[in-house]
């Protein structure tokens, strides 16, 4: 909207104040960071699929460690797209879910999960051109 504010998705009623996402220490821009974030946009996609176990996603992603699966599932609940769930059991057993909040995220994200996978190839074939004609500038 032009006087700064939008409306909330689903949530007509509600009003929110916009931030500048080109400001550096922008809330919004630090937000845009995390859910842009490789490991964050694959954890809630797998979440999409239903709850998860910390060793099912684990698996799943291949290439994050322990300590990056633990941190960036610690953002996405701060910031409440996930909650976690840790059974009594021995060893603890944690579950992940995502939130409504998150739900609705990976809504927006799965136009982009889409795309990215729908136009991999022709992506590749532009980096392929754009390389050789580089080299053969030089």
């Known amino acids: 909207m032009q006087d700064g504010t939008f409306f909330s998705p689903g949530h007509p ?22 859910i ?20 099912v996603l684990k698996r799943a992603v291949d290439g994050i460690s322990q300590k990056m699966l633990s941190q960036t599932l610690r953002s996405l609940e701060r910031d409440g797209l996930v909650t976690r769930h840790a059974e009594p059991t021995v060893p603890v057993s944690v579950t992940y879910t995502l939130t409504p909040l998150g739900r609705e995220l990976l809504d927006a994200l799965g136009f982009l999960i889409d795309w990215a996978e ?3 190839a022709t992506v590749g074939a532009n980096q392929r051109r754009y390389d050789a004609r580089r080299l053969e500038e030089i």
């Open 13 to 34: 009623e509600e009003t929110t104040p916009r931030g500048n996402v080109f400001a550096r220490d922008c809330p919004t821009r630090k937000l845009l960071d995390r």
């Open 118 to 120: 729908t136009r991999m």
């Open 36 to 55: 842009g974030d490789t490991w964050s946009v694959l954890i809630l996609r797998l979440l999409g699929d239903g709850p998860q176990r910390f060793s």
